[in-house]
């Protein structure tokens, strides 16, 4: 099992940038792929981005490609997600997740943390 804490969040005005972290306990963190998901006030969770164990291979949803990019350090069990040209669309919860499908397993495992609130204002 693993516990997830995010950082970084805050209050930015649009155009601006904020770097929040995800630090994991365990030392079996190289074993899960990372993401980030966001979920607006009324609105369901959406998957934001993505790494794999390696770091060599990184997805992000449309709507923040080539603003937001993600990243880890395996060396530290932290993930982080660098966000650039913040618009007031970007205001949510953001959730740090890790996965970890073990070939031994039937489905895989995923866990999430509390979250940190990004605000953006216009």
């Known amino acids: 099992q693993v516990q997830l804490v995010e950082s970084g969040g805050g209050l930015v005005q649009a155009g601006g940038s904020l770097r929040l972290s995800c630090a994991a306990s365990?030392?079996?963190?190289?074993?899960?792929?990372m993401g980030w998901f966001r979920q607006a006030p009324g609105k369901e969770r959406e998957f934001v981005a993505a790494i794999n164990r390696g770091g060599g291979s990184q997805y992000y949803a449309d709507s923040v490609k080539g603003r937001f990019t993600i990243s880890r350090d395996n060396a530290k069990n932290t993930v982080y997600l660098q966000m650039n040209s913040l618009k007031p669309e970007d205001t949510a919860v953001y959730y740090c997740?890790?996965?970890?499908?073990?070939?031994?397993?039937?489905?895989?495992?995923?866990?999430w943390g509390q979250g940190t609130q990004v605000t953006v204002s216009s």
């Open positions: 997740n890790a996965k970890y499908h073990p070939k031994w397993a039937t489905k895989a495992l995923s866990y």
């Open positions: 365990g030392r079996t963190f190289s074993n899960y792929a």
